[in-house]
T-cell receptor, first 114, second 110 residues
Framework: DTGVSQDPRHKITKRGQNVTFRCDPI?????LYWYRQTLGQGPEFLTY????????KSRLLSDRFSAERPKGSFSTLEIQRTEQGDSAMYLC????????????FGEGSRLTVL | KNEVEQSPQNLTAQEGEFITINCSYS?????LHWLQQHPGGGIVSLFM???GKKKHGRLIATINIQEKHSSLHITASHPRDSAVYIC????????????FGQGTRLTINP
């Protein structure tokens, strides 16, 4: 399968713990996005990378959140000192910069903070 | 008020019916996406529009930039079309952030 893959698919953690999610985009895609989706709502933008550079970051992304894309390929999203309000589906998407820029989404990583 | 509003929020129809889902937005955009989300989270991109109309199979998407409105139509609907349909806009030229609507939950009964 050469689509966008995310790991883990599900994570249950206790409040205060750190969690890290990984996203492997489609290999030739230079753009990578992280979104967060809570139940019954549309996704919310978190951050965007072009190659290894983090070019946009939402105000939703507090100091406890950090994202990296060290070599312009896979990306990680870390949440430190998790809170119950962090419980959500974390979605990764990738695209190839161009006129017909279609987005490809991963299946998401569902986080439950107890 | 959300920057992107979809209507209806929920739609139930019988197999074969013609379906219309609407999306209105209040900001300047460079493109609009229609996405389909099935239970379990997977999102599939259906269309990206910046003007006019696009068609793919039984799906048709239109956009009116002056009226800040887009519609997604499904002809000859089928139970497998049951999903959440989400409208998302790319705000302003050059920005990559997408702003999403809340989605329209479509159920097609056999």
């Amino acid at each position: 399968d050469t689509g966008v893959s995310q790991d883990p698919r599900h994570k249950i953690t206790k409040r205060g713990q750190n969690v890290t999610f990984r996203c492997d985009p489609i290999s030739e895609h230079n753009r990578l996005y992280w979104y967060r989706q809570t139940l019954g709502q549309g996704p919310e933008f978190l951050t965007y990378f072009q190659n290894e550079a983090q070019l946009e970051k939402s105000r939703l992304l507090s100091d406890r959140f950090s994202a990296e894309r060290p070599k312009g390929s896979f990306s990680t999203l870390e949440i430190q000192r998790t809170e119950q309000g962090d419980s959500a589906m974390y979605l990764c998407a990738s695209s190839l910069q161009g006129a017909t820029e279609k987005l490809f989404f991963g299946e998401g990583s569902r986080l439950t903070v107890l | 008020k959300n920057e992107v509003e979809q209507s209806p929020q929920n739609l139930t129809a019988q197999e074969g019916e013609f379906i219309t889902i609407n999306c209105s937005y209040s900001v300047g955009i460079s493109a609009l996406h229609w996405l389909q989300q099935h239970p379990g989270g997977g999102i599939v991109s259906l269309f990206m529009l910046s003007s006019g109309k696009k068609k793919h199979g039984r799906l048709i998407a239109t956009i009116n930039i002056q009226e800040k409105h887009s519609s997604l139509h499904i002809t000859a609907s089928h139970p497998r079309d049951s999903a959440v349909y989400i409208c998302a806009v790319k705000v302003l030229q050059g920005a990559q952030k997408l702003v999403f609507g809340q989605g329209t939950r479509l159920t097609i009964n056999p």
